[in-house]
Nanobody, 122 residues
Framework: QAHFVESGGGLVQPGGSLRLSCAASGFSFNAYIMLWYRQAPGKQRELVASITSNRDTTYLDSVKDRFIISRDNAKKTVDLQVNSLKPEDTGAYYC????????????????WGQGTQVTVSS
């Protein structure tokens, strides 16, 4: 069964940076698109970034040029470097995965990790 463990969140001031990490297990990591989502209070979970095994990436428009997704296939980890943080980036960040063949975010696993909280506030 797929399992995700996210870490690296925290409280930062606007303009700050964090590096979020996710350790994945229970599936063939190399064959999956890795995904980072976030969920702000009172809002639906939204896809923030994705990365294929070939390192092709996609980003939510509002985070382009500020966030960078990366993966280590040997370690089965996916990271999200979040820079120039804004208060609207506040939320719980989750990683997930989906098989190759559909648009990123179209078929993530039904199981989710505990997430890691990012709070941007002065």
């Amino acid at each position: 069964q797929a399992h995700f463990v996210e870490s690296g969140g925290g409280l930062v001031q606007p303009g700050g940076s964090l590096r979020l990490s996710c350790a994945a297990s229970g599936f063939s990591f190399n064959a999956y698109i890795m995904l980072w989502y976030r969920q702000a209070p009172g809002k639906q979970r939204e896809l923030v970034a994705s990365i294929t095994s070939n390192r092709d990436t996609t980003y939510l428009d509002s985070v382009k040029d500020r966030f960078i997704i990366s993966r280590d296939n040997a370690k089965k980890t996916v990271d999200l470097q979040v820079n120039s943080l804004k208060p609207e980036d506040t939320g719980a960040y989750y990683c997930n995965a989906q098989p190759v063949g559909g648009p990123p975010g179209s078929s993530p696993f039904a199981v989710w990790g505990q997430g890691t909280q990012v709070t941007v506030s002065s």
